[in-house]
């Protein structure tokens, strides 16, 4: 991870001057993950919030993040999806695995360990009985869409802060999560 770190310094990629930091010259902060988890467990209506979660980091992450990167820095294909994989560890969203034929076939099975917010949310309140990590779910969402140039929906399946080892997400095209068979996770999408 330092090497990495070290490289994109020194390709001034990442960047830190007084008050700022700085990533393909797109500012970026460092945000406590209990703050997103304090969100969910206080927000008035759960899944308008978890909602707004998913699509605000799903379109911002798209807009800010991969297209630029793909357009200024021509990252297209296997080293966008490389890309993408140690973009989300070094911003420390967890550690993320998945085959990267899947993805770029849109279709594919998302493991992340680590999931901050699920561990700030253990943490202050405890087990949930739902999985949390909405905005991982819509980065995850905005990546695999512009991998493939297209629009792919992300639904979490298991979530660390609901007692398992790891967090599990499914990305497919919306229609096709309609064969689902545990249709309570179909609320993600909803909204
Ligand atoms: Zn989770």
């Known amino acids: 991870m330092f090497d990495l770190v070290k490289q994109l310094m020194i390709a001034r990629e990442l960047e830190f ?37 998913y699509k605000s980091m799903k379109e911002a992450n798209m ?27 070094l911003a420390g969203w967890g550690s993320v695995s998945f085959e990267a034929t899947q993805i770029k076939k849109g279709r594919a099975k998302v493991k992340i360990l680590n999931s901050p917010i699920a561990t700030a949310y253990i943490q202050m309140f405890g087990k949930t009985n739902h999985p949390i990590c909405h905005l991982n779910r819509g980065g995850i969402a905005g990546g695999a869409s512009t991998i493939i140039d297209g629009n792919l ?18 990305v497919r095209p919306k229609d096709e999560f309609r064969e689902f068979e545990d249709k309570s996770l179909l609320k993600q999408l909803e909204g």
């Open 17 to 53: 001057g007084e008050g700022k930091i700085a990533f393909f010259s797109q500012r970026m902060q460092l945000v406590d993950p209990a703050f997103f988890a304090y969100r969910l467990k206080h927000a008035d209506d759960f899944w308008k919030e978890a909602h707004l979660q």
């Open 63 to 89: 807009e800010a993040w991969f297209e630029p990167v793909k357009k200024i820095k021509e990252i297209k294909g296997d080293e966008l999806v490389k890309w993408a994989t140690r973009y989300h560890n």
């Open 153 to 170: 929906d992300a639904i979490e399946i298991k979530c660390l802060a609901q007692g398992h080892p790891h967090c599990e997400m499914i």
